[in-house]
């Protein structure tokens, strides 16, 4: 006699927390042959909404731990990928229905790109800033911090290494994020998280909805705590009106980007996810 | 007389040698537009100076084709290091100009010699200098090993600095290689005509710079126009939020300097004679019409009296008037509609209940003046605290500790610069470092260097001018050849990267 | 002149009280606002922008004028020399009746009687308007025992001295005494005491070349008044730097914050380096701006300086007869 296996419900993740949709709906998502994989929470405005405050709340811990901390942290998230690497190796083989080879492939490129990233904690500042030979008895450095809150509609046809691209990115500056994780496959962005959600990671760094980004993204494009919008995986939404919507409070916006550069490693990414501060200050020995 | 009632020490206009009316400089030559004319005035004495043209839109596509042409043709095929010399001769016939250009600024924007003379024009050539240099070393500008200019780039720069916007803009932007198409600002256009005279005698390619005057349909036509690749503004917010949401799904990049409300910081334990200049270069330093002027006072409780006083001191010592005097401090407001709008939130500031003072001073009867004026006993709520004046209108908040400090000054929407006084360094640097905006200035205020990046957070703006990240915006990366066709195949794509 | 002693009786209160130990002194001194330096040499640098022209150059000359002690600090002074200089100071410039006197002439001690008897009448100490000022207290290094400095004094005031110009102990200051700092001059006040009640009026020179940072320069500045001085004054004239715009106006926003704070007028005096009529107005400019143009007076402000008044003269020159001037058409000391 087979056992009965125990199925997971897959829910949303804000604030650290896996809550249900508060509008109590859910999709279902099935393989590309059209078989029932699970049942994905349908992210509402309000949860978009309750998701943007827990990122907000998450900035001034994350951006003001020491960049030797967060590179650790992110590090650890790689361990846990690796420690879980056959769950996803599994679930990016349903979801796309390709061969465990490539499947694995994908899983493994995940990690590193991880790494990678990690890796760039305390770097990036040094290579993106530096001092300023002015012409005067100044002192004056330039350098990047993490621009806040970035919202990210992550890439529709990857849904592990495209995820990975644009959220490890923004984070790891400081920033804290708001990602709709692949329409289609959702799956592999909810195991992510519960990966991120028994790491090191501070409550609210990382928050990911499932859903329709076409009703969810709006929302957040137009929200006025939002700092920047990441378009990657928005090719096939309005996505001009939401730079549109953006705009009105001069969020910053990365437009859609075909897949091949959506699943680059970028310095640009990170960069592009701070805003560069310039300090001056006198200097004199009298 | 008193010893303080300087004699009139007036700079000579002589030295300016105005034509009666200005074409528009397209593709090298000052050429007649359809769009009709319109004339420029002195703020200072509302006396005529002379009389420009207002591009219309087919005038704004003319000097876009011309850009194109230029950038295509012999621009594209000059070498790096030609480029930037260039670029030093135009730094080279600024310094040589230098005197004649201070004198038609102030004549036309009603800035106090003094500043356009030892401020803005020795900065415009160091602009060039410093840019120049860039021309033929852009493989460093950390945006790849191969970078490339965007293309032709529309610049739709402010009134306030007229002829130092300008080289902010057009800079960077020939020295990575692009084509400019430049709309000065409308009250401020004689500096720009006049750079237009000076690349004629650096016997610039035609079409490398285009200058179209005009008001915002001009430089609507511009930033809307299908062949600019790349948009730079600075301005006020809310055109800056108007032209990104024109570019909104178009493939043109878009760097944004808009407006601030910056906090200037002073703690118990500051320098407080150094602070109060500071406060006055901060607020009315060219008349506050300053992006990054620091409009609120943040005064620790417990120094609030002494350093109030002391401000009141130094403020009845400024003169106001002639900007074309030596002796000027402070000179005219541009335009009558912005005194209008001074005068407004100066109004409602009364209204809200702070106390508004400004010494003693006898404006000119004619022309555009607003005293130097403090408001005292200002809260968060009072929009005196909230709105850009853009102004010499300084609004006095206190605050009782450090985090109080940041918090007050973190609370805008705006993000530009922001002032901290203190003699104890590592307070100044965790407080610069909690505080969200581009520049910080510590212990001094309103300096400017082309080697430092300026620009804003949050509704300030996006992008950095100045230093290599001001030559970033103006580049494209080439991270691989791959990554460059799929750019041009499938337009649009990327958006800001700066 | 006018008296800017303190009265010890006066209603207002002193910034600083109590015994004057280093201890007590350091916490009031460290506890004044810093001064980055930066901002005051910006400060200065505008003020030296300050365009002076036509009647206000005129009448800033004339100020300069009679601001002017007129000094000879030469190991070679002569009675001859000083006689040259007092006659001078008589008459600034023959050809020109209307020129104002200067305020003081600047002698070493020695030399003080010769410079009282040139004078004659125009003596301040005979009812005239012009001042004997005599460098003291082992001028210009001040190394020598309080005695000494003490006779020294005692010996100009005697020999008709209306103004000691006594320098600080650098080396006691540097070296955190300030106590003794603040005694000595206490005792040199003294000893400025003449035997008619009056007292001759005590310039303190900080020696600013030698504090070298700005903090310094405010804490001897304070030091200097507290300890009741009438002046304080940057410089011997013997080290580089000698008196700097940002230094003097630095001074100038002391006395200016002393005055505020006790309702006494302190004055100050720069010393050495000062030649031209330009410089000269720029600092009669920063004491307009800074601490008030009241201080525009020989009561509150004086330059220090041998060469500057024939700059002056041939300045006057120029504004007169349309013409520039030369160095003949001045006389020589």
Redesign the interface.
Known sequence: MTRLAVAKTYKLFIGGAFPRSESGRTYPVASPGGDFLANAAKASRKDARDAVVAARGAVPGWSGATAYNRGQILYRVAEMLEGRRAQFVEEVRAARGVSAQQAGDTVDASIDRWVWYAGWADKYAQVVGGSNPVAGPYFNLSVPEPTGVVAIVAPQESPLLGLVNVVAPAIVSGNAVVVIASERHPLPAMSLAEVIATSDMPKGVVNVLTGSAAEIAPWLASHADVDGIDLTGAGALDWVDLEIAAVDTLTRVMRPSPLEDAVAPSLERIVSWTEVKTVWHTRSLR | MTFLDYAPAPESTAILDLKSEYGLFIDGEFVDGDGGSFATISPATEKHITTVQSASAADVDRAVAAARRAFEGPWSRLSGSDRGKYLFRIARLVQERARELAVAESLDNGKPIRESRDVDVPLVAAWFFYYAGWADKLEHAGVGSAPRPLGVAGQVIPWNFPLLMLAWKIAPALAAGNAVVLKPAETTPLTALLFAEILQQADFPPGVVNIVTGAGDTGSALVTHPGVDKVAFTGSTAVGRAIAKQVAGSSKRLTLELGGKAANIVFDDAPVDQAVEGIVNGIFFNQGHVCCAGSRLLVQESVHDEVIEKLKRRMATLRVGDPLDKNTDIGAINSAAQLERIRALSAIGEQEGAERWSPACDLPENGFWFAPTIFTGVDTSHRIARDEIFGPVLSVLTFRTPAEAISKANNTPYGLSAGIWSDKGSKILAVANELRAGVVWANTFNRFDPASPFGGYKESGYGREGGRHGLAAYLASTAGAAVVQTEQATKPKKGRTT | MTDTSHSPDGALARPFDGPATDAALRRFLDGL???????????AATIG?????????A??LD?VLSLIDLTTLEGADTRGRVRSLVSKAITPDPSDPSVPRVAAVCVYNDMVHHAVEALGAHHAGSGGDIAVAAVATAFPSGRASLAVKLQDTADAVAAGADEIDMVIDRGAFLSGRFGQVYDEIVAIKNACRRSDGGHAHLKVILETGEL???DNVRKASWLAILAGGDFIKTSTGKVAPAATLPVTL?ML?VVRDWH?GTGQRIGVKPAGGIRTSKDAIKY?VAV??TAG?EW?APTLFRFGASSLLDDVLMQKQKLTSGHYSGPDYVTVV
């Open positions: 606002p810093g001064v980055d330096a930066v901002g005051l040499e910006q400060r922008t300050r365009s002076i022209k036509s009647s206000s150059k009448a800033a100020a070298s940072t700005y630095l926003e505020l009669l307009a701006e143009e525009i």
